[in-house]
């Protein structure tokens, strides 16, 4: 039998006092990952100001390729204020003569109302499955192999007042012969709940601005891959991933999924990376002549933080850290002489806030 692996469980939150002085900055990153990720997160609030129409497209990905096959992710985080429910879908339209196949679809999707517990019971809920593999299998609501036109992949009522925090994971790839594949993915929204979001082929609304700017965009890589400067044994540090800004105000060298690189705008950045996996990894440089065991905890350190965690080949969730007090220990590791390194990897909820700080010491 094919067994799914099951849900990860929590670490567990511990309380620590942190050195004000050790916070580091990455050092380097590079995007990585073959799949292309659509961040739908604006506008975030649905209201009649934000959505005056009807019907209307929320965000897109269009792709046009002579690449055989196309892994998407689309990370979606939309909460209902129209003042009544609305409908929600996922569409894909081909606009090729030749026949597309829509295949491996899974998904992660939470619904929660206005007094839930977003952080949790949406955003790290979704973290947890995407991570670990543990998003549930769907068909589509039409059929797998379709030629010119769109179709539906999946839909859902809102009710008013609740939030929609989603992840679907799919492969979009030729049904026979060859040539060039031709498809817009949507994300939609209907006023009226007897709608057919296949008959929405709108351009997407345009993007709230700040003080509500919520990230969106469309990135033909959904993977960071992280450096962070040696550690020491013996020493500690506070390695600053996701930052807003570097520590002397300057861009962080992992903010690569910025509106400026979206393969489509308008479209903001998603400094929160969120429907990314960050791999990390941690140089270390032992100067002694024995083996020592170095400890990594989670420490968020812009306030509060949850989302998961791939250590050791093994998921956890990363329970809620509610301000820079808190900690969950990620893994003790033994460091031989000389030079070595350590990764993880880790995505990070819906609503959390960021940086997230790998914290180091040797036991």
């Not at 990905?61 to 909460?79: A, E, S």
Request: charged content about 25%; hydrophobic content about 35%.
């Amino acid at each position: 039998m094919n067994h799914r692996p099951k849900e990860p469980k929590d670490l567990i939150v511990e309380s620590a006092v942190i050195p004000p002085n050790i916070n580091v900055d990455v050092e380097s990153a590079t995007e990585g990952g073959k799949r292309r990720l659509m961040l739908s997160d604006n506008p975030e609030t649905l209201t009649p100001v934000t959505v005056p129409a009807e019907q209307a497209t929320l965000w897109h990905d269009v792709v046009r390729t002579t690449t055989r096959t196309v892994k998407h992710r689309i990370f979606g985080w939309h909460y209902n204020k129209i003042g009544a429910p609305v409908k929600l879908g996922i569409t894909v339209e081909n606009k090729s003569d030749a026949a597309l196949e829509v295949r491996h679809i899974e998904r992660a999707l939470e619904i929660a109302p206005e007094d839930g517990n977003w952080i949790m019971d949406v955003g790290q809920s979704i973290a947890k499955s995407c991570l670990a593999g543990t998003m549930k299998r769907v068909k589509p609501v039409d059929r797998h192999k379709f030629g010119k036109g769109t179709a539906l992949l999946e839909e859902f009522e809102l009710p008013e007042g609740s939030l929609a925090g989603f992840t679907y994971d799919f492969t979009v790839e030729y049904a026979e012969g060859h040539g060039t594949l031709d498809y817009v993915i949507r994300t939609v929204v209907s006023k009226d709940t007897q709608t057919d979001l296949r008959e929405i082929p709108t351009e997407p609304l345009p993007p709230v601005p700040p003080p509500q700017a919520h990230p969106r965009g469309a990135w033909s890589f959904s993977e960071t891959n992280a450096q962070m400067p040696e550690y020491v044994v013996g020493q500690s540090a506070n390695y600053r991933a996701c930052a807003t800004k570097k520590l002397n105000g300057e861009t962080p060298a992992d903010l690569l999924f910025t509106g400026a690189r979206s393969e489509l705008g308008p479209a903001l950045d998603n400094r929160g990376q969120f429907g990314v996996i960050y791999n990390a990894t941690i140089p270390i440089i032992n100067d002694g002549n024995e083996k020592r065991t170095v400890r990594i905890y989670a420490n968020p350190r812009g306030g509060a933080f949850a989302g998961s965690v791939r250590v050791d080949q093994r998921v956890y969730g990363i329970p809620l850290l509610r301000d820079n007090t808190k900690v969950c220990r990620l893994a003790d590791i033994s460091v031989p002489p000389g030079k070595s390194s350590y990764s993880l990897s880790f995505m990070i909820a819906g609503s959390a806030t960021t940086p997230l700080g790998l914290y180091v010491i040797t036991l």
